[in-house]
């Protein structure tokens, strides 16, 4: 009969090297019962790991949409908004307005009127959500309308333009003379061109510092929409016009029959301005219905993502957590049988 040499030392470190694997085992478990998916994806599926790794990623593009998506609706819901007040402070102007050509209101009352307006126009236009002007368009760092004050680069500007017309400012004596025809054709030919035209934006002077274009979005992995309004929309050029030429001229100067002559023009362009602002908060609404459509398209497309990688992924939290409960009755089994064997002594012998 042969009998094998088996030292304490071998058996100590048998154990040992057992112990290690447990608790690999131990920490592979624990992961799986606390995340509900498998700890070594290429492991659980082997050939089916591509596929995996392609769900994972297109669903991680689907969510960043979901991301973008809700900023944009905040976006465009604060557009909204600020549309409603610019439009609201419009209504107002062009009741003040309607009451002064009727004679029922003094200048001064509508003068004051057109001062707040522009002012409301221009604190509106010049909001910020998120550290983004919402109407400057890609200028999003930028804000994008000027002060009309005195002392302004576009103050300085309309004074210029007023005096290079008639030859002397609103404030001489001979502005008394002005008559309602000669304003209405300083109103055509040099005023709506400043506002209308190229001098909104011109160097030097502009009222706008925007962009015409918006900010064009991804609402879906194969549609974009643009999802901002610039300050260089008609409508609000409309209403920085006759809010700017109210609260100028009508405090200056002119004679009546001037004053009688910008009043009209400016009720006619208020009328027009409040028709293109309501359309451009009918647009604003699309749009914003638009991305909620696509966020609520998206959001399923992520649920079945999400179902499909929990079916190849997922583990059972319940056969998990005894697997852990047993890896830990395991490994303390193994700790006391290494403390006992370690307790072994030829000596206890002798």
Do not use: C
């Not at 004596?173 to 055509?188: E, G, K, L, P, V």
């Amino acid at each position: 009969m042969k009998t094998t040499f088996v030292s304490s030392a071998a058996v100590t470190n048998a154990l040992r090297y057992s112990l290690l694997r447990q608790q690999s085992e131990l920490a592979k478990a624990q992961k799986e019962a606390s995340t509900g998916f498998v700890a070594d994806t290429g492991l659980a599926l082997g050939a089916r790991t591509a596929q995996s790794v392609t769900l994972h990623r297109d669903l991680e593009r689907l969510g960043g949409i979901v991301d973008s998506n809700g900023l944009v609706s905040a976006r465009l819901s604060a557009t909204q908004k600020a549309l409603n007040q610019v439009g609201g402070a419009a209504q107002s102007f062009l009741s003040s307005l309607t009451s002064s050509a009727s004679g029922d209101a003094a200048y001064a009352l509508t003068q004051k009127s057109g001062r707040a307006t522009l002012d409301t126009l221009t604190s509106v236009l010049n909001t910020s959500l998120n550290g983004e002007y919402l109407f400057s368009g890609t200028n999003t760092d930028v804000k994008p309308i000027n002060d009309f004050k005195p002392g302004s680069a576009t103050k300085v500007a309309f004074d210029a333009a007023f005096a290079g017309y008639f030859g002397f400012n609103q404030n001489h004596a001979d502005a008394q003379d002005i008559t309602a025809a000669d304003m209405t054709n300083f109103m055509s030919t040099v005023v709506e061109p400043m506002f209308l035209g190229a001098g909104w934006q011109a160097p030097g002077s502009p009222w706008s510092n925007a962009t015409n274009q918006g900010i064009t979005s991804r609402i879906t992995l194969n549609e974009t929409t643009e999802t901002s309004v610039s300050a260089n929309n008609e409508g609000i050029r409309k209403i920085a016009m006759s809010a700017a030429i109210i609260s100028d001229l009508l405090d200056s100067n002119v004679g009546n029959a001037a004053r009688g002559a910008l009043v009209t023009h400016a009720v006619s362009s208020i009328g027009e301005a409040i028709s293109d602002i309501g359309q451009l908060e009918a647009q604003t609404g699309i749009i914003e219905q638009r991305v909620k459509n696509a966020t609520d398209r998206i959001n399923v497309q992520v649920d079945l993502y999400e179902r499909y990688i929990l079916d190849t992924e997922g583990v059972d939290y319940y056969v998990a957590s005894a697997r852990v409960a047993d890896l830990v009755s395991q490994i303390d089994r193994s700790y006391a049988l290494t403390a006992r064997i370690q307790q072994l002594s030829l000596m206890k012998y002798l």
